[in-house]
Nanobody
Framework: VQLQASGGGLVQAGGSLRLSCAAS????????MGWFRQAPGKEREFVGT????????QYTDSVKGRFTISRSNIARRVYLQLNSLKPEDTGVYYC?????????WGQGTLVTVSS
């Protein structure tokens, strides 16, 4: 599966962005999808994940109540709605597809939150 993330940009603290990740290749609905991010000088970290059906989501504590993951299996896309952004949310955001112990990554999209 090939993944293409988009939607990043520069936003002021308190603002919002919506990231999108388009998938091509294999059957999209077979994959759990996730979002990760990497801040400058830091390791990549988990942000959240959504089940294959979209019925279940999980988030890291720092984004709970602010970020929302959703997906459209018809459109073959996964989304990350980022609200109440903070400067510490700055980083490159990557989408991830997981199935059977294998992970697939797209190129990231940069989110910069100014204070």
């Amino acid at each position: 599966v090939q993944l293409q993330a988009s939607g990043g940009g520069l936003v002021q603290a308190g603002g919002s962005l919506r990231l999108s990740c388009a998938a091509s290749g294999r059957t999209f609905s077979n994959y759990a999808m996730g979002w990760f991010r990497q801040a400058p000088g830091k390791e990549r970290e988990f942000v959240g994940t959504i089940s294959r059906s979209g019925g279940s989501t999980q988030y890291t504590d720092s984004v709970k109540g602010r970020f929302t993951i959703s997906r459209s299996n018809i459109a073959r896309r996964v989304y990350l709605q980022l609200n109440s952004l903070k400067p510490e949310d700055t980083g490159v955001y990557y989408c991830n597809a997981a199935r059977g112990g294998l992970d697939y990554w797209g190129q990231g999209t940069l989110v910069t939150v100014s204070s």
